[in-house]
């Protein structure tokens, strides 16, 4: 089988970027070495940037529909026990200001629920979609990669990404490095199920950190009700996650919840490791590495997952560019150079977060409870930059703006490599964000007439208060790109705005001049 885009990964990552790639016209082949999506409920909450892209798909009703509700879900909890009456409850709900930096919010929806959702939506389209097919060898030469399918079957393909999880087959077989953290903790995941409603009524919360002289460990909501997620936290002198029974797991959970006689069904145990790794590369010829395949990470903050679909949403459409032919093989080398920054931040801030927590839920003497130390992400979630060298971007000499923490504060501007920044349009129904398309855009100011001479690409004017928000005047533009990050803009018109926006995309999409 030929196809332009082999997908190797059916998880998240995989699964938007088949739904990326259909949107922009790009056929594509996901294999997936497992009969199914997940059934266990790893990833949970979906960033803002998560909700955009998601928005963008068309599934933001569809995950909102099927996860937690945002009221019940976005706090966090930290206390000696679940039920302990001494406790602190942080809150993580739009206030106005936050609430104007998106169309959308941060939600919660468990793994296993939200990929048969994406599966449903990659199915539907032009993509293909292969569970329990596995790939175990990898040939690639100038014109293609060649895969080779458990059973013998071949696949012939102009590109791959991989997006085959932290243990990566596709990253070993290329020879790719990690370099970081590889073991920061040792960890043992009980799914069970329990009646906690009652005890949690008061206290409903997305994370619920425990700690006390026993154990540290967290609850985490699948479905703030019967269905729940522990994660002890391996400790040799309190207790350790090695040999235990599904019995033993019960008792482990009584014990953290405060309730001697709580009724409980273990459903699962999962070992796992915590660590904070970034791939030495990202790209290797025709093979691109995206999600855990690329920074493997601590769940701590939420970075993993929504991390790895930014990936997907950077790559699909510059593959789709070049297999289209209105971009040049160069554009590819930005995914390198505009996401592998942004995963090492994004590892880099996990990593404290975890360390942090276990800080924290040390047990210190006259302390009750762990001392909360979380942070805001917005800076980091919305406000990162594409903007170093080899970024597909046309830098216009303005710096960033100054903030006082890169992770917590986002300031929204239109600066290119970062991304649009968001505005009501029409009264409130639509975003700015929902005038990017597949392919780039131009949003214009007011007087911006002169520019739909610029037929190579869709023009949209805004009004003045947008243009002041985008940093135009009123003749001014600013050029999208399909992952709704600048890529250009020009404060006012130009002499020739046909040539000045020609010679922009050029440089953009790393084409021959005069194209």
Not at 23 to 41: A, I, M, N, Q
Not at 85 to 92: A, E, F, K, Q, V
Not at 272 to 280: E, N
Request: with cysteine.
């Amino acid at each position: 089988m030929d196809v332009p885009v082999l997908i190797v990964g059916g998880g998240p990552v995989g699964l938007c970027a088949s739904i990326a790639l259909s949107r922009c016209g790009v056929p594509s082949l996901l294999v997936e070495r497992h009969p199914d999506t997940s059934d266990f409920p790893k990833g949970r909450a979906l960033s803002i940037r998560t909700m955009e892209v998601l928005r963008r798909y068309g599934l933001e009703e569809r995950v909102l529909a099927a996860g937690v509700p945002r009221e019940e879900s976005l706090h966090f909890f930290f206390g000696t026990s679940l039920t302990a009456p001494d406790h602190t409850r942080n809150g993580n709900l739009p206030d106005p200001e936050r609430a104007a930096f998106s169309p959308t919010f941060t939600a919660v929806c468990s793994q296993d629920v939200l990929e048969p959702l994406l599966r449903r939506r990659a199915e539907s389209v032009i993509g293909l979609v292969r569970f329990g097919q596995e790939v175990i060898g990898l040939e690639q030469d100038a014109d293609g990669v060649t895969a080779r399918l458990r059973g013998g079957a071949t696949i012939r393909a102009a590109y791959v990404i991989a997006a085959d999880g932290a243990g990566s087959f596709v990253r070993d077989a290329l020879g790719i490095g990690l370099s970081g953290d590889a073991v920061l903790s040792r960890n043992l995941n009980i799914l069970f199920e329990a009646d906690l409603r009652p005890h949690v009524a008061d206290r409903l919360s997305l994370i619920y950190t425990i700690a006390n002289p026993a154990l540290t460990g967290v609850f985490m909501t699948v479905d703030n009700d019967r269905r729940w997620l522990f994660n002890l936290v391996h400790d040799p002198a309190r207790r350790a996650v090695d040999g235990l029974s599904a019995r033993d797991c019960a008792e482990v959970v009584r014990q953290a919840a405060g309730v001697p006689d709580l009724d409980v069904r273990v459903v699962a145990m999962r070992e796992w490791t915590a660590s904070a790794l970034l791939a030495d590369r990202y790209r290797a010829g025709r093979v691109f590495l995206a999600g855990d395949a690329a920074h493997p990470m601590t769940p701590y903050g939420g970075f993993g997952m929504n991390c790895g679909i930014q990936d997907a949403d950077n790559l699909a459409w510059k593959l789709a560019a070049v297999v289209q032919g209105w971009a040049g093989d160069g554009l590819l080398d930005s995914y390198e150079s505009e996401r592998r920054p942004v995963g090492a931040d994004s590892v880099a801030e996990s990593r404290r977060s975890l360390l942090a927590t276990l800080d924290d839920t040390a047990i210190i003497p006259g302390r009750s409870g762990p001392r909360p130390r979380g942070r805001p992400s917005d800076g980091l979630v919305l406000g990162y930059a594409y903007d170093r060298p080899g970024a597909a971007i046309v830098p216009d000499g303005t710096q960033p703006p100054a903030v006082p923490d890169l992770v917590a504060t986002y300031r929204p501007v239109a600066r290119p490599g970062h991304r649009l920044p968001h505005a009501w349009l029409d009264g409130g129904t639509t975003s700015t964000l929902d005038l990017v398309g597949t392919r780039l855009v131009l949003l214009t100011g007011p007087a911006g007439a002169s520019w739909e001479k610029a037929a190579e690409v869709a023009v949209h004017r805004v009004d003045e208060r947008v243009a002041a928000l985008l940093g135009i005047e009123d003749d001014g533009a600013v050029l999208a790109r399909p992952d709704d990050h600048v890529a250009w803009r020009c404060r006012s018109l130009p002499d020739d705005p046909v040539a000045a926006l020609g010679e922009a995309l050029d440089t953009i999409l790393s084409r021959r001049r005069g194209r």
